[in-house]
Nanobody
């Protein structure tokens, strides 16, 4: 069984920093694009950042220059470094993998359970 386990959320003051982590567990051979999404109350889930297995990245315009996504392929882990946080960055952050392969075959669109980020003074 493959699961994505997020950690690192919490309460932070505006202007502060947080680092989120997401590890993919299970008998995994390869992982495609890993990404972070967020969902604020009453809003749709949106892409925050994504990173391919070859380390190409993309970001939502609202976080460019403040957030950085990275991954460690050997550890099946993706990180989101968040700086200069604003109240509007708050929400539940979800880890996603678009495709991964296991001994049972490929899996698509795998999601973590989410971690809460609150930016408030």
């Amino acid at each position: 069984q493959v699961t994505l386990v997020e950690s690192g959320g919490g309460l932070v003051q505006p202007g502060g920093s947080l680092e989120l982590s997401c590890v993919a567990t299970g008998s995994i051979f390869t992982i495609g694009v890993m990404g972070w999404y967020r969902q604020a109350p009453g809003k749709e889930r949106e892409l925050v950042a994504g990173i391919t297995s070859s380390m190409s990245t993309n970001y939502a315009d609202s976080v460019k220059g403040r957030f950085a996504i990275s991954r460690d392929n050997a550890k099946n882990t993706v990180y989101l470094h968040m700086n200069s946080l604003k109240p509007e960055d708050g929400g539940v952050y979800y880890c996603n993998v678009d495709r991964l392969t296991t001994w049972r075959g490929p899996l698509y669109d795998v999601w973590g359970q989410g971690t809460q980020v609150t930016v408030s003074s």
